[in-house]
């Protein structure tokens, strides 16, 4: 959550598993047959050079964009020997969880029934531990007398993985699981698949279990496995958004499906909140499979045509990429903010914003935005802005994207940030001290002009 609880494969990143070079890459998505590492399939890219136009192929980790987090990488086109198979299916063996989800729930059962004196959590190994257990983890720092209320809250009783390279998980603060969680209610969803935020998941299930009359249902699919410990295998899929895996196999994929079925008319949304610095096309990929399934369990009820409600929380400035695969989506003005997140807090100004937002298919004019946080809504646009996002006549909407009043400049026949100014050398709006990037040569990787391939916007990494 909040960058969710994975990365995955950074292009930028990814070109280190190439060796150097001046090329560039390309996700293929994942391949019928491909080769498999702890995190599940890999993914297939191909690697091009500079005048050639096909590069070779290889298979990278798709959970992981720093080698050192997963260091899984082939050739497509490689002889694998027998032995380094069998030293592969080893490896991830050896890397699978302790104990299997269903152990977890029984453990989990048995822990509950303990007196607080002997509820022990290891913070070593993330764990719940039973009294015969206690021996094993002596040296180990654990914390005493775990309470009901902190087994209802997982996120907080576990360390958010916070190595930014292998994993990017920042948990949504209470105002925005709260609004988030309103909004669904207010929108009529009485089912949400939560698909990297266990926060939202956890709240859904806290007042499930607290108010008789609260309807909302949620299913957490995560990579987080952790999670396991704490919710049954109705309640959480062992799930990598990358390549769209479930761990658990066809009954965890059967478990998601029947999650999916509108029973009674109860409406589903699925929400989620992936690490930025995945791939947005490997994401994407795996969301509308998700939607697929949805799909399937909705043909009786003639839904066709229609798309899973969504939202979907990621940076302001992947927004063109996200329309690319998903047209129909509109990004909202409102800042979702994190706990432990030293920049993407609310409140903060300017530069200093969380620039992270709600990518919605759902009617923009449906998304209410909270009035006492300075949103408005603007009867042009049919949708609410924040108080700095003004309309501009000239483009016909409100063209802010990061909460500050944007000006539009008559040349480039668009809004832009305050802080740019039009440069005759460039032709285009950039930062005052900016580097020319006049050439008549096109970026490598997309081919457009007016960048270079380092900060070209088709690369998904932060």
Not at 23 to 34: E, F, K, M, N
Not at 305 to 311: G, L, R, S
Not at 377 to 387: A, D, G, K, L
Not at 440 to 455: E, L, N, P, Y
């Given at each position: 959550?909040?960058?969710?609880s994975?990365a ?11 060796g150097p ?27 091009t ?35 380094r ?14 104990f299997?989800?269903?152990q ?20 070593e ?6 009294p ?16 009901t ?29 709260q609004?988030l ?10 089912r ?51 390549n ?22 109860e ?7 992936p690490?930025f ?24 009820e ?15 400035f992947?927004?063109s ?25 609310h ?12 990518f919605t ?17 603007c ?5 609410y ?12 909407s ?6 500050r ?23 285009c ?9 006049k ?23 932060t």
């Amino acid at each position: 959550e909040g960058g969710g609880s994975m990365a995955a494969t950074g292009e930028g990143e990814a070109q280190g598993l190439c060796g150097p070079g001046t090329g560039g890459l390309a996700l293929l998505g994942v391949a019928p047959g491909a080769p498999s590492c702890p995190h599940g399939p890999a993914l297939l890219f191909v690697k091009t050079s500079q005048g050639k136009e096909e590069g070779r192929r290889f298979y990278a980790c798709s959970a992981c964009r720093d080698r050192k987090g997963c260091n899984f990488f082939q050739w497509e086109d490689e002889k694998v020997s027998e032995t380094r198979l069998a030293a592969r299916e080893e490896h991830n063996r050896n890397h699978q969880p302790p104990f299997t989800h269903r152990q977890n729930v029984e453990r989990y059962k048995n822990f509950v029934l303990l007196p607080l004196s002997k509820r022990r959590f290891c913070q070593e190994c993330q764990q719940l531990l039973l009294p015969a257990e206690w021996e094993k983890h002596s040296d180990h720092q654990f914390l005493c007398d775990i309470s009901t209320a902190q087994l209802k809250s997982p996120s907080q009783l576990l360390y958010p993985l916070e190595n930014k390279k292998t994993n990017a998980q920042y948990l949504f603060a209470d105002r925005s699981c709260q609004f988030l969680l309103d909004l669904i209610i207010d929108l009529g969803f009485r089912r949400v698949l939560s698909v990297g935020t266990p926060r939202l998941h956890e709240m859904i299930q806290s007042k499930a279990s607290q108010e008789e009359d609260f309807r909302v249902r949620s299913l957490l699919l995560d990579i987080d496995f952790r999670y396991s410990q704490f919710y049954t295998e109705d309640e959480f899929c062992h799930y990598n958004m990358f390549n769209h895996h479930f761990f658990g196999g066809e009954a965890a994929r059967e478990t998601c499906g029947k999650f999916l079925y509108q029973d009674h008319g109860e409406r589903v949304i699925m929400v989620t909140d992936p690490p930025f610095g995945g791939l947005v096309e490997a994401l994407a990929s795996s969301f509308k499979k998700l939607m697929a399934m949805w799909k399937e369990t909705e043909k009786e009820e003639g839904h066709n045509n229609q798309e899973m409600p969504m939202f979907w929380i990621f940076p302001y400035f992947f927004e063109s990429r996200i329309l690319e695969f998903f047209p129909s989506f509109s990004m909202m003005d409102y800042q979702v903010d994190y706990d432990n997140h030293a920049l993407y807090k609310h409140g903060k100004t300017g530069r200093r914003q969380s620039p992270v937002r709600i990518f919605t298919n759902l009617t923009p004019s449906m998304i209410v935005l909270p009035v006492e946080e300075g949103y408005r809504f603007c009867t042009i646009c049919q949708r609410y802005v924040s108080s700095g996002n003004q309309h501009c006549d000239i483009c016909n909407s409100c063209t802010s994207k990061d909460g500050r009043r944007w000006k539009h400049c008559i040349l480039c026949k668009k809004c832009v940030k305050p802080s740019w100014f039009h440069c005759n050398n460039c032709n285009c709006c950039a930062f005052q001290n900016h580097t020319c990037q006049k050439t008549d040569a096109g970026c490598f990787v997309c081919g457009k002009a007016g960048h270079k391939r380092s900060t070209c916007p088709s690369l998904s990494y932060t």
